[in-house]
T-cell receptor, first 113, second 109 residues
């Protein structure tokens, strides 16, 4: 089954404790992206990747890191989480080119206290 | 820098009403525009519009792409409470996988 898998789905952590949210897709997609969603602000793109070893900043990259060492995986790293990073996070992927839909993970609820 | 503006940001209607949601975009090397519906979970796909497919329809929902005006509309006729959701538009250009802030639609019985 084609899917994008995120883990953890729910996490409460403390300020400053490094954490990684994993994202894996099984569709051999080139494009992958991370978003955060806050009330009234829609999906804001954090980082995106157009292929292995190719990543770029989105609209809100501060406080986040990513890597794309393998095509299927695109982890989101919070080196020193802060309370303003409390949010709902989505990972997504798609093929390159025109006419391709975007597949989303189920979301990760992250709370930083 | 690519930009996506959706309007209105929020809308409350009664069941049976018809609504029109707007999406305007400025992207480099425009490829396609996607519409998604988001309830209390991950967004789900509604439509894809491209240069070769500027009008799509599915049941009570329809969408049109205006490449000249760099905009798209999503129409929902005879709204139902199940249409209550956030509707997201995402034009694809040099920066892939970007979305607007969304329109929050609330349909009241």
């Amino acid at each position: 089954e084609a899917q994008v898998t995120q883990n953890p789905r729910y996490l409460i952590t403390v300020t400053g404790k490094k954490l990684t949210v994993t994202c894996s897709q099984n569709m051999n997609h080139e494009y992958m992206s991370w978003y955060r969603q806050d009330p009234g602000l829609g999906l804001r793109q954090i980082y995106y990747s157009m292929n292995v070893e190719v990543t770029d900043k989105g609209d809100v990259p501060e406080g986040y890191k990513v890597s794309r060492k393998e095509k299927r995986n695109f982890p989101l790293i919070l080196e020193s989480p802060s309370p303003n990073q409390t949010s709902l996070y989505f990972c997504a992927s798609s093929f390159r080119g025109v006419g391709n839909t975007i597949y989303f993970g189920e979301g990760s609820w992250l709370t930083v206290v | 820098e690519d930009k996506v503006v959706q309007s209105p940001l929020s809308l409350v209607v009664h069941e049976g009403d018809t609504v029109t949601l707007n999406c305007s975009y400025e992207v480099t090397n425009f490829r396609s525009l996607l519409w998604y519906k988001q309830e209390k979970k991950a967004p789900t796909f509604l439509f894809m519009l491209t240069s070769s497919g500027i009008e799509k329809k599915s049941g009570r929902l329809s969408s049109i792409l205006d490449k000249k005006e760099l905009s798209s509309i999503l129409n929902i006729t005879a709204t139902q409470t199940g249409d209550s959701a956030i509707y997201l538009c995402g034009p694809s250009g040099n920066t892939p996988l970007v979305f607007g802030k969304g329109t929050r639609l609330s349909v009241i019985a």
